[in-house]
């Protein structure tokens, strides 16, 4: 059974920074994409990152030159280093996986992921 687990979330003030990570188990694919998105109150789900097997990486134009998404193979784990915080970044985040399709550049469509995990939540404050 895969399962995924946010952890890392929290509350920052403007301008700092959070990691978060994504631990990983009972996934067997070898060739995938994973990515996170996130919720703000009121909103729908939007991709934020995303990186595949082939070590490419998406980002949300909202986010780039300030997320850096990355993934720890040996401990199963994806990451989500988030700086240059804003408050319109407040929202519950939260990681997925996909059925082993591994798209040549990794989705940002949620449609594109089968796999999610709870949600971490982050609050940025002006």
């Known amino acids: 059974q895969v399962q995924l687990m946010e952890s890392g979330g929290g509350s920052v003030q403007s301008g700092g920074s959070l990691r978060l990570s994504c631990a990983v188990s009972?996934?067997?694919?070898?060739?995938?994409?994973m990515g996170w998105f996130r919720q703000a109150p009121g909103k729908g789900r939007e991709g934020v990152a995303a990186?595949?097997?082939?070590?490419?990486?998406a980002y949300a134009n909202s986010v780039k030159g300030r997320f850096t998404i990355s993934q720890d193979n040996t401990k199963k784990t994806l990451y989500l280093q988030m700086n240059s915080l804003k408050p319109e970044d407040t929202a519950t985040y939260y990681c997925?996986?996909?059925?082993?399709?591994?798209?040549?550049?990794?989705?940002?469509?949620?449609?594109?992921?089968?796999?999610w995990g709870q949600g971490t939540p982050v609050t940025v404050s002006s």
């Open positions: 997925a996986a996909d059925e082993g399709v591994a798209s040549w550049w990794p989705p940002l469509r949620e449609g594109a992921y089968n796999y």
């Open positions: 009972g996934y067997t694919y070898s060739r995938y994409s």
């Open positions: 990186i595949n097997s082939y070590g490419r990486s």
